[in-house]
Each structure stands twice: as C-alpha cells, then as structure tokens.
C-alpha cells in the first residue's frame, strides 16, 4: 500500500521453455517535451512530489509483457484480487497511516489524493481500519472489459488489448486529459508509444557462479563491478564479517558507486562502456587501488575504455574528488522509515520457472492521483539531473537511472537463487552481502536461509545519491551494532566515518528464494528489517 500501479518494475525472467534469463524493463519515460533548458527557465526542480518529476508510469506494462509473452492466466485473473481489494477495501497497516499523516502537506495540494487517502470527512484513518479505492478498481474493470471484448483472438491478443486501453485509450486519454490541465507536459502520445523494453541482462561469473542484473538503465552493474572486484580477493580466508572482510566490501562498493554515478545512463540515448566496465581485467586494475590499511577518501571513477571493443570515447562528466567533500543529510544517514517504498518479489514454481521483480513507486508521499483513474503518477524522474554534464541527465523520451534491481543467480545451467530488496541506493549493498553470505559462507547457515539474511550489515554512503537532489555521504558508513565492537573500532581506526545503529536497522530488506542443489527443494527466506514473508505452497 506504500507502492502504485502508477510506479515502476524491473523484471528478470528465467522461463524453463527458453533456458535463458530474460530483461524486462518498466521504467517510465519523460514526455517529449521535458527538458533541461525548460526546467530551469522556468525554475523547476525535480524533488520527488508533483508532476515536475512524472515520468510515464512502466510497472503496469512491464508486468502485463510478462503475462502476455510467459504466463498462462488472464489479466481478468491476476487482477481479480487486486479489484476485490480496491472495492472491498483492506486494513491499512501502522507504517501506511503514519506516511499520510507525515505527507498531509503534500496530499492537501492535490484535492484527488486528499479523497483517495483521507476519509469522507478529511479525517485520518487508523491503523486496522478499512481503506477502498474505487477509481483505481473501476480502471482495473475497464481493462477487463477490453480483454473480454477481444477473447476471441486469443488469450496473448486479449492481453495487448487490456493494456492499450491503458496506455491508448480512454484511461490514457483520462490521465494525460488530467495532467495537461494541471501544466504537464505530457501528450497522449508519450503514453501510446511507450513500451517496457525486452533485452537481455547484464552478467558476470562469480567463482562458478553467474549472477544476472538489469542493464545500465539501473544501478545492477554496480554489484557485477562489486563481485569482479572481490573475486580477486580470498574472501572466505579473510572470515565472515571481520573488519578486513568488511573494509575491502566497503572499498569495492566505493569503486563500483563511482563507475555508476559516471558512465550508467539510458543506452537509447548514451553509449556506455558496458563491455569494458564489466571486464574483468579492469576489475583487477581497480582492485589495485584499495588499500586494506586505509579507507579510500577518493571518489574517482575509472578508465574502462582500454577494456571495451566498442567505445572509444567518453563526453560526459567523470568523477574525480580526492579527497571527497562530505555533504550529507542527517536524514540519509539516520533512514528513518521510509515516506516512500518499493517492494520486492521472488518466485521459483514448481516447474523451475523464475520470476524476479523490484517494483516501486507511484508514492503517498510524492506521486499526484490522476483523478478518477485512481492511478498515482510516477515521480522516478527524480533520479535525473538538470545537468547537461552528466551522463544520467534529463532528456526528451529518456528513462532516468533507476535504483531498482533484481538479480537472478545460476549455477552452471540450473537457476540457484532469485533476491532483490527495497532500499533506494542501498539495494546493491543488501544484495550483495547476502548473496556472498549465501555463496562464500554457506556452511554457516546452511539449510536455514534466514540466518544468511539475517546476518548484521554495513551500508557504504560514498555516491551522489540517486535521488534529488543527489546529496553525497562521502567515506560514512553505517554499521548495525551486532556486528561488533572490536571491528567497528578496528574500522574507524583505518579512517571510515562510522555511525552505528541499531541490529536490524540497516535500510534494506532482502527476499530471496533458492532452489536447492543438493536436494532440488525450494527454500525461501525473509528480512526481519522490515515487512516482508517468505512463503511455499
């Protein structure tokens, strides 16, 4: 309840009939009209609330492509519950109620968002009372009504039709109506010819492992970087979560948070040193560069162009502080709960099909209800910057960097492991923990998946932050108490900015499912950092 249809997914997909993992991407777009002079003619920023921020909402899409190309249902019966939901209405949790009450600035701008999450009388609502959203059920209906309309042509056609009313027909027509009354950009062509893209994944080898992550159009590479790097170091000799285990993690992350913040951008519209970056020789190159006695205060990116066959060239802004200047919010350090979130989903049937998937957005705090529709517009666009320089910068038709990032691992041919997380720039950090905990230390946890998620982390704030206005935490680092007191020392004693919290309280909240080697069981596991359940039947 704190993440709309109106949002965003990134999609990974192993379908057993293809034996291959497969990219869906549903990142909303800019309209055509957005940019960069505009924006700053007019005075406009890209804080992440209102329609100054909106991109095209890509979640609906992205997942009705899925249903369309893997599935095997309807949409009239994947949505069935989501309708009896809206109409009937659900009890609303604790942490939703406290996100309206901390955004009522926000919601009492817009008269449609004060009657979709207020009550008649413009009262809160409690936790555990009962919360309906017509409007958003009776759009659901009307894209039922266009599948049946068109059954006859199959299950696959009927589908396309339920999602073009969305996107093409009386829904978009509705939003884009809406939007435009209230000085958006938007033309109802930026909805028609939007479309999720279908490519394939970004991967590397981990030690006999392959782990797939989103292309460039996310911040997934960053963890690929993160495991070239650590590959050369013995990880396991080191011991798990000891202070050099956890400084060359942190060191790694720091190297892979610069490339990012450089070179990762929307590929239709930058080319970047995809090859290059992924190569494992300039991974040793960067592995070079960490220092075990001392914590980086550099924030430099790499050369990865001597390693990439197909660019030779680079226009765009290259980080380069050393030493880093620190800027930082109390608030991007503390985290506390979220006004905003994302979900995530993992799935392995019975038939070793994999579905991974990180959808977000569409927020309480942030995104504009588009009258009737029900439906919350997106504001990912945030993660764009008004700056010609950069790499990730706002364009007409471009989809910003995200932040979403499912992963995928196989062994060999055989899918291992599906995991994802919320947390915003921290996703790669939970990720990649739990995975080497999973991969690097599995004797110590092994069949019980929840101790390898469970385990205390640390969380690296040395990167621009994706999100406007892209504050910085340069060399601080968070570190969940119950990992201990003589390797929080011995790290600040090699100079990291340590800020220690609470067990359980690193942003973050990792949901993975394993399909097991040695006995072919499915195993699921859960974060006890927050809402979350692992689940079989």
Known sequence: ?????????????????????????????????????????????????????AVVPGALHAALTVLERWGTMTFEQVAARAIEYAEQGFPLRGRTTRSIEREIDFINQWPDNQR????????????????????????????????????????????VAARDRFYKGDIAEEMVSYLREHGSDFALSDFAEFYARVEAPAHVDYRGYTVYKQPFNSQGPALLQA??????????AMGHNSADYTHVLIEALKLAYADRD????????????????????????????????????????????????????????????????AELSTAF??????????????????????FDSTPSGGWIGGAVILGDTGIGMSVRGEQFWLDKSKAAQLRPRSRPRYTLTPSIVMRGDEPLLAIGTPGGDNQEQTILQTFLNIVEFREDWYPNLHTAIEWPRVQTLHFYMSFWPHSSGFNRVNI??????????????????????PPFKISGCATAVMLDPATGNRIAAADPRRDCYAIAY
């Not at 990974?12 to 777009?29: A, D, F, H």
């Not at 936790?127 to 209906?141: D, S, V, Y």
Request: a negative charge.
């Open 116 to 159: 979709y999450w207020l009550k008649p009388d413009g009262s809160f609502y409690r936790a555990g009372e009962t919360i309906r959203f017509p409007g958003l059920a009776n759009t659901f209906r009307r894209m039922v009504e266009a599948e049946r309309e068109n059954a006859e042509a199959g299950r696959e056609a009927a589908i």
């Open 480 to 501: 969940e108490s119950n990992i201990g007191a003589e390797v929080i020392n011995e790290l600040r004693k090699r100079g990291h900015d340590v800020n220690v919290v």
């Open 1 to 53: 309840d704190l993440y709309g249809i109106g949002g965003e997914a990134l999609i990974l997909v192993y379908p057993q009939s293809e034996r291959k993992v497969t990219s869906i991407t549903g990142q909303g777009w800019a309209a055509a009209a957005a940019n960069i002079d505009d924006y700053l003619r007019d005075g406009k920023n890209l804080e992440g609330q209102g329609l100054d921020p």
């Open 227 to 236: 495991l070239n790097i650590l590959e050369t170091f013995d990880l396991r």
């Open 333 to 354: 350090v503390d985290h506390p709960e979220s006004l905003k979130d994302t979900s995530h989903i993992a799935i392995i049937d019975k038939d070793g099909n994999v």
């Open 262 to 325: 450089t070179y990762y951008a929307d590929q239709d519209f930058v080319e970047v040193p995809a090859e290059g970056l992924l190569s494992k020789g300039y991974a040793r190159q960067r592995a070079a560069e960490i220092d075990m006695a001392r914590s980086s205060m550099s924030f430099i990116a790499g050369d990865p162009l001597p390693f990439d066959s197909s660019v030779d060239s680079w226009d765009y802004w290259v980080a380069g502080e050393d030493p880093a200047p």
